[in-house]
């Protein structure tokens, strides 16, 4: 194994203590996944596992164009096919006028917008015989220009518009017509600041659109019940926000008819699995028939929903100290459909803003920041929030710029960022209050590591060797609003987790056990989590933007401090004692300093068998709080007010270093050293560790080395794992050359009144180990070369060769 | 995934018998053999389903590798698995090592390997009607063409996928061919043609005849993935008592064969698309470390 460093968590045991923990029982301790067994024996229930009696098979008819009109879709052949039970198309009466995220149409009708758009749906006996109809349909197209360009999409003149009549209409530049929404930060004084500048790089970036590459594709079962009521299986991250009403609403049922069950662990998600668009289907599907139905988005796993392309233009400037003087930026992001791209735009804001000022505190009064984002109407495939929205988008242009001036300047690339680095408690060029910053600790700590390589090792020509290093921060958007758990505490000392924290593979499933175990003082085998489940958990957390352990921590934190309470209220009688002078351990209520005077839950609470206890930080409902946030900012200039002056819940800072070697006739390029610093006061290192390399290593360069996706005339050619060239683990460092460093954090809300503590001082990381590794990649590639790769993914034979002037 | 659509099997036991069957359906029956890309070609609908496999791996004596008089003979079912293992001419496994993933190798066969599908994306998804397909033009020139052939394009741009079917061109095999009309034998640099093969419907490959064991043999493979990948470009090398020949795999619609300056100069004269002029320095880098 490489090296994994741990900071010491002595420093946080008092403050988790005051929290209600342990003293570090389980809280920062390598507990085993509790699924691990299950994984890897198969015994784990996965969505694609349910089976009732009767089951139907959808297949879908997609659009092999990119824009295009439906001119007919003839039906007949395939609705006489063996198995066939219903054929739907547009036209279907069941489908009209629904849409899907807003502005989708279920199944398109007489335009087609972009490749894989469903415009007939077959359900039949097999899915063998639901393909074999879909074959059958015959569907005329006439094929219109595309655009795929996403500059010239947001233009006010484009050469298409994508939607006529426009579905929507922003609140500024609405004369740009495929535009959805802009953005802006407005902060300082850009051109001041430019002008004071002795260096300034500008560039333009690209990042591809990209599959999640789960290899489970996404699914659900849906199964009427002939009174009205229907159960959704869904292979989500998430039951509640998204996958049970957009499941209602195509299945024109209240939501309360439905029961949304997720999966013991969603097979991977990385923000693909947010709106379990199968479950929209199936429960259209199972409505329609009346007899239960599997979705299962198996061939298109690869297009059902990408990372939005997006373009940046870049500007920034520093003094000859390396003092940050000003950074501007446009974005353009392209989709088809709006599903989260707002949202992208939105976040890549706090990207830019937060790890460092641009506009150095010594020199300026605030950063001077220019932000203006375009979200656009394209052709382009079908896109969905993919593992920290806008993130990749903006710290790719972001931190490479600032590689770029460390070039220029021939300065250290960790010194120059030292050197301008948020710190605790400042403002952001957004305005918003920064805290729990890590970055100089996880700076430091990496380039340490990075130093321990020693000298370069000479390979043998034409291979060069490079080194590289990023900084990067990651948003947890968090569900401030939704916060309630319950914990069912038996008497035998049992606690049950009633919550739908999902488990989408980063252990929350062992974290949420190791919180309530920390935080009820009892063995965690003695922990337990129910099935999420609509009909019974409350709306806890969603496993997304790395804010379940946070969001799920705080809720149980609440709630274990209310068990607590009800359990000595009800044992201090029998102990003839006040309650305050009571603690529990292991299912036992004893009177402090003398454990011998000690009763079990099962003698507190008798006759009952157990209670429920609820909590959560928005509990009880109605109560003050000061967690309903984000808090908002104003639209034209991104600065956000107060009281909260909070636009996320917390941040997470990274640094990535690696080693590549790159072959200078070829192209070809392998990745032979990484680092992956975090700073996180860990739940569990192991699963941090694991987030990290088998997470993050893996899927962050990925996205930066040769998931090149190839369209003509909008239509998507690189449709199979041959074409899509996800790496291999050949393509990766040895397993002793991958490390991770986590430099531990007291974790903190942003903003203030008051300041609010996360729960025992954890913060996510899921997303953020990822979004360092592309500005790393580019980086280290340029070192071994000399050329800047301003794409990704980067590291195509093609694009290295061609950077090098030799294609 | 679809369901294999219905197509009769047929086992045959000689050579005679497997050629009767195809010319029983001409044009409409298929030899098969380890089935790694016809079966999945199958499944995925990229081609239309054969009405009839015909399968040649019970036919004896096709799965051997030996030594002969006239050198050594390959039969068409030998499995790049049994190419890894044996030694005889280690260029050639060195090549089967660099083609599939292992568990494919143990399916995938010599003469598979000859006669495989063209991975053109153009080619196999059914919208896209292609030259190769019998549609009007080839959509790479003007398209999406990273992968495509740099040289020796004509109708088609797709290039040969088989990394040993490089390996056997530099080695000057001779292709055995029985059919309808009688057997014949072809040197395998007339083997493949711009649009495939020379075999008819109702022909087999035989046997595959390396006339020397090499001094020196070399194949070497460029690809963008370390494990799996087709050739981005190939070269295999061998040099024998006539002298030395060059192959040239993953840049043309067939395999340019030639003395390591025939091909250096053809190299040279490529004639790349518009996004694949990288494979230039590619193939040059390839030729450079192979000695040629």
Redesign the interface.
């Known amino acids: 194994m490489g090296t994994h460093y741990v900071g010491s968590l002595d420093a946080f045991k008092d403050k988790i203590n005051a929290q209600g923990g342990s003293s570090l029982r389980y809280m920062g301790q390598r507990v085993p996944n509790v699924n691990g067994r299950g994984i890897v024996t198969g015994n784990v229930k996965y969505t694609t596992n349910v089976k009732v009696p009767g089951l139907l098979a959808a297949a879908f008819k997609r659009n092999?164009?990119g824009r295009a009109k439906i001119t007919s879709v003839d039906t007949s052949a395939a609705e006489s096919m063996p198995g066939v039970v219903k054929v739907l198309t547009g036209k279907s009466t069941e489908v009209a006028g629904k849409m899907n995220l807003g502005d989708e149409p279920l199944i398109a009708e007489n335009d087609v917008t972009y490749f894989s758009q469903i415009v007939a749906i077959v359900v039949a006996e097999t899915?063998?015989e639901a393909?074999?109809a879909v074959?059958a349909i015959q569907v005329k197209y006439e094929p219109q220009d595309s655009i795929t360009d996403v500059v010239a999409a947001a233009d006010k003149n484009p050469p298409v518009i994508v939607h006529t009549p426009r579905l929507i209409t922003p609140p500024f530049e609405a004369d740009r017509p495929n535009v959805i929404n802009c953005f802006y930060v407005k902060s300082g004084d850009v051109q001041k600041g430019f002008a004071d500048a002795d260096v300034i790089v500008e560039s333009e970036f690209d990042t591809s659109a990209d599959p999640h590459g789960y290899i489970v594709p996404t699914s659900a079962v849906a199964q009427p019940h002939g009174d009205g009521t229907m159960t959704v299986w869904g292979d989500v991250q998430n039951i509640h926000p998204v996958p049970w009403p957009t499941a209602a609403g195509a299945a024109d049922m209240p939501m309360d008819k439905i029961n949304f069950i997720g999966p013991e662990i969603c097979t991977g998600g990385f923000g693909g699995k947010n709106c379990g668009v199968p479950g929209v289907y199936a429960a259209l599907l199972a409505k329609v028939t009346g007899r239960p139905v599997r979705v299962i988005f198996?061939d298109t796993r690869l297009l059902h929903a990408t990372r939005p392309w997006c373009h940046a233009k870049v500007k920034a400037g520093a003094k000859k100290d390396g003092s940050f003087t000003a950074f501007e930026v446009t974005f353009w992001v392209g989709t088809p459909y709006v599903r989260f791209t707002m949202t992208v735009m939105e976040r890549a804001r706090e990207a830019i803003t937060c790890t460092y000022h641009w506009g150095h505190r010594d020199l300026y009064p605030r950063p001077n920041v220019m932000f203006t984002a375009y979200d656009t109407y394209t052709n382009l495939c079908s896109t969905m929030s993919y593992r920290g929205f806008g993130v990749l988008e903006s710290q790719f242009p972001h931190e490479t710029a600032i590689n770029m001036l460390a070039d220029k300047l021939g300065m250290d690339k960790v010194a120059i960022r030292l050197k301008n680095i948020t710190k605790d408690g400042e403002r952001s060029a957004q305005n918003e209050i920064i805290r729990s910053v890590g970055s100089e600790g996880v700076f430091n700590k990496t380039k340490e590591m990075m130093d321990s390589w020693g000298p370069k090792p000479s390979v043998p020509e034409?291979w060069v060797v490079g080194r590289g290093f990023s900084g990067a921060n990651k948003y947890s958007q968090g569900d401030m609003v939704h916060n309630l758990i319950f914990l069912k505490l038996r008497a035998n000392g049992i606690v049950d987790i009633i919550s739908d924290s999902m488990d989408i593979g980063q252990g929350m499933n062992t974290v949420s056990r190791q919180i309530v175990a920390e935080a009820m003082n009892v063995p965690i085998e003695n922990v337990r989590k129910v099935e999420v489940n609509t009909s019974y958990v409350p709306w806890t957390s969603d496993s997304f933007s790395s804010s379940a352990t946070v969001d799920m921590g705080g809720a149980a934190i609440v709630a274990a401090k209310n068990a607590k309470q009800q359990l000595f209220d009800l044992a201090a009688p029998k102990l003839g004692v006040k309650p305050d002078q009571l603690e529990t351990k292991d299912g036992k209520i004893m009177v402090k300093g003398s454990p011998d005077k000690a009763i079990t839950w099962g003698d507190a609470m008798t006759p009952r068998p157990h209670m429920v206890i609820s909590g959560g930080l928005n509990d009880p409902v109605g109560a003050p709080n000061d967690y309903d946030g984000p808090g908002k900012n104003d639209y034209a200039t991104g600065q956000a007010l107060g009281p909260y002056f909070r636009l996320v819940m917390h941040m997470n800072f990274m640094a990535n270093g690696c080693e590549v070697m790159v072959?200078k006739?070829?192209?070809?390029l392998?990745v032979t050293k990484f680092i992956a610093g975090n700073d996180v006061l860990p739940v569990n290192p192991t699963l941090c560790e694991g987030q990290i390399i088998g997470g993050g290593l893996y899927h962050g360069m990925a996205n930066g080395m040769?998931e090149d996706i190839?369209?003509?005339?909008g239509?998507y050619?690189?449709?199979t794992l041959?074409?899509w060239?996800m790496?291999?683990?050949?393509?990766y460092p040895k397993e002793g050359d991958t490390h991770s460093a986590l430099v531990p954090v007291w974790g903190e809300y942003f903003g203030e009144n008051p300041r609010i503590d996360c729960p025992f001082g954890g913060k996510g990381i899921g997303e953020g180990v990822d979004c360092a590794a592309v500005p790393c990649l580019v980086d280290a590639i340029h070192d071994a070369t000399g050329a800047w790769i301003t794409t990704s993914p980067a590291a195509?034979?093609?694009k290295i060769?061609?950077a090098l002037g030799?294609? | 995934m679809k369901a294999l659509a219905a197509f009769k099997y047929y086992e045959a036991t000689t050579v005679k018998d497997a050629v009767s069957v195809l010319k029983q359906y001409p044009g409409k029956a298929k030899v098969y053999a380890g089935g790694v890309d016809m079966i999945d070609w199958m499944k995925k609908r990229y081609m239309p389903t054969p009405q009839v496999l015909v399968n040649i791996k019970k036919i004896p004596g096709l799965n051997k590798i030996e030594k002969q008089s006239d050198g050594v003979h390959i039969g068409p079912t030998v499995t790049l698995a049994q190419l890894v293992d044996d030694s005889t001419i280690p260029m050639l496994g060195e090549a089967a090592k660099k083609g599939p993933a292992p568990n494919l190798r143990t399916q995938a066969t010599v003469g598979g390997n000859l006669c495989q599908n063209v991975w053109c994306w153009y080619y196999r998804w059914p919208e896209w009607n292609c030259y190769r397909k019998g549609g009007p033009v080839c959509f790479a020139p003007p398209g999406r063409n990273a992968f495509h052939a740099i040289m020796e394009q004509k109708v088609c741009n797709a290039t040969v996928p088989g990394d040993v079917s490089v390996a056997l061109a530099a080695l000057n095999a001779s292709i055995k061919i029985e059919g309808g009309e009688g057997s014949k034998t072809v040197p395998i640099k007339d083997f493949f043609i711009v649009l495939g093969t020379v075999l008819k419907p109702d022909e087999i490959v035989t046997d595959i005849v390396v006339p020397e064991v090499p001094s020196k043999g070399v194949f070497l493979k460029s690809r963008t993935r370390s494990a799996i990948d087709f050739a981005t470009a190939s070269v295999a090398l061998a040099t024998t008592s006539k002298g030395t020949t060059v192959a040239l795999g993953g840049v043309a619609p067939i395999i340019p064969t030639g003395t390591p300056d025939e091909m250096k100069a053809a190299v040279d004269k490529a004639t790349p698309l518009s996004e694949n002029k990288y494979k230039i320095s590619v193939v040059k880098s390839l030729l450079k470390q192979a000695g040629a």
Not at chain 1, 710 to 713: F, M, N, Q, T, V
Not at chain 1, 727 to 731: M, R
């Open positions: 092999p164009n899915i063998e393909e074999d074959d198996d034409p072959n006739e070829t192209g070809e392998r040769y190839y369209i003509d005339k239509a050619l690189s449709r041959l074409d060239k790496p291999t683990i050949l393509d195509t034979q093609a060769l061609k030799k294609a």
